[in-house]
Nanobody, 115 residues
Framework: QVQLVESGGGLVQAGGSLRLSCVASGIPSSIFDWGWYRQAPGKQRELVARISSFRRSTYADSVKGRFTISRDNAKNTVYLQMETLKVEDTAVYYC?????????WGKGTLVNVSS
């Protein structure tokens, strides 16, 4: 059974930084894409960043230049380095693993950016 566990969320002041991590266990395949999504109160879940098995990354326009997604295949881990955080980045952040056949989600970690 695939399980994803996020960590690294918390309370930070605007302009600060956080690094999120997500570790996967029970992965059935070595070829998959990682993604970070977020959901703010009253809003739909949105894609923040995605990194393919070939390490090609894409970002939402709202985080380009501030967030960096990376992966460590040996550790089955994906990271999201978040810099220059803004109040509007406040949300629950979820990691996602997409193997093509299946899609898996973590339970989320809260990022709260104060002004």
């Amino acid at each position: 059974q695939v399980q994803l566990v996020e960590s690294g969320g918390g309370l930070v002041q605007a302009g600060g930084s956080l690094r999120l991590s997500c570790v996967a266990s029970g992965i059935p395949s070595s070829i998959f894409d990682w993604g970070w999504y977020r959901q703010a109160p009253g809003k739909q879940r949105e894609l923040v960043a995605r990194i393919s098995s070939f390490r090609r990354s894409t970002y939402a326009d709202s985080v380009k230049g501030r967030f960096t997604i990376s992966r460590d295949n040996a550790k089955n881990t994906v990271y999201l380095q978040m810099e220059t955080l803004k109040v509007e980045d406040t949300a629950v952040y979820y990691c996602n693993l997409d193997s093509g056949d299946m899609n898996y989600w973590g339970k989320g970690t809260l990022v709260n950016v104060s002004s």
